[in-house]
């Protein structure tokens, strides 16, 4: 007659049970001690395998860099070697394009993988190797560009260069000089003066005359 599957397990536990205590608790702490050894090498382990690359990262093609300059308030890459660039809304899957920050290293937006942010004032995305960033005060300023994907997913390994400039600040209003009002007051009262002495003189040596008359000729 065939064992009932119920009986055959009360009977495993009851093998179980038997060897479990005839173990010395001695022999137990050692036993229980070397599978938590074990578990610790096993996580030590996981932890020493280089993370593997997202599989959303595109990989630039080989050898590529980004060369940034800037010129008054314009930045200008060159790409080197040339690539295939267009804006992300052309929607070409083997196409590149670039994204400029604006005084915000990526070190502190980008994740690995992960999409470069919407664009914004400071993050710029486009195709054009010129940017002119009219808006910016005048001081210390530095962009970062960094090459990218269709997909907005900057390129594995970050090809990336940045560049610092100043932008001078206006140069202030210098009043104007002349006659009149516009020339200020100093300027009309020193013509003024001058204008009187010149006055002066021309009375003067009319009277001179009219004191002093020639004798008649005869």
Request: charged fraction near 15%; charge should be neutral.
């Amino acid at each position: 007659m065939a064992t009932a599957p119920w009986r055959r397990s009360l009977a495993i536990a009851d093998v179980l049970r038997r060897i479990i205590g005839n173990v010395k608790e001695a022999e137990m702490k050692k036993f229980l001690m070397g599978i938590a050894a074990l578990a610790a090498i096993g996580v030590a382990a996981a932890q020493a395998q280089p993370a593997s690359a997202s599989p959303n990262a595109k990989e630039c093609p080989a050898g590529v860099t980004l060369n940034a300059s800037a010129t008054g308030r314009s930045v200008t890459v060159s790409v080197s070697p040339a690539i295939n660039l267009k804006p992300a809304t052309d929607g070409d899957a083997d196409s590149f394009h670039l994204h400029y920050f604006v005084d915000t290293d990526p070190a502190t937006v980008l994740q690995p993988g992960q999409q470069v942010p919407p664009a914004t004032a400071q993050l710029i995305h486009s195709a054009a190797t010129t940017q002119e960033f009219k808006d910016l005060a005048a001081g210390s300023h530095r962009v970062w560009v960094v090459l990218g994907d269709v997909g907005h997913i900057p390129c594995s390994p970050l090809v990336i260069d940045d560049v610092a400039f100043t932008i001078a600040a206006a140069p202030s209003a210098v009043p104007a000089t002349g006659t009149g009002a516009a020339g200020g007051g100093d300027s009309g009262l020193i013509q003024l003066a001058a204008a009187l002495v010149l006055v002066g003189a021309i009375v003067g040596a009319a009277g001179l005359k009219l004191r002093h008359p020639r004798a008649p000729v005869r």
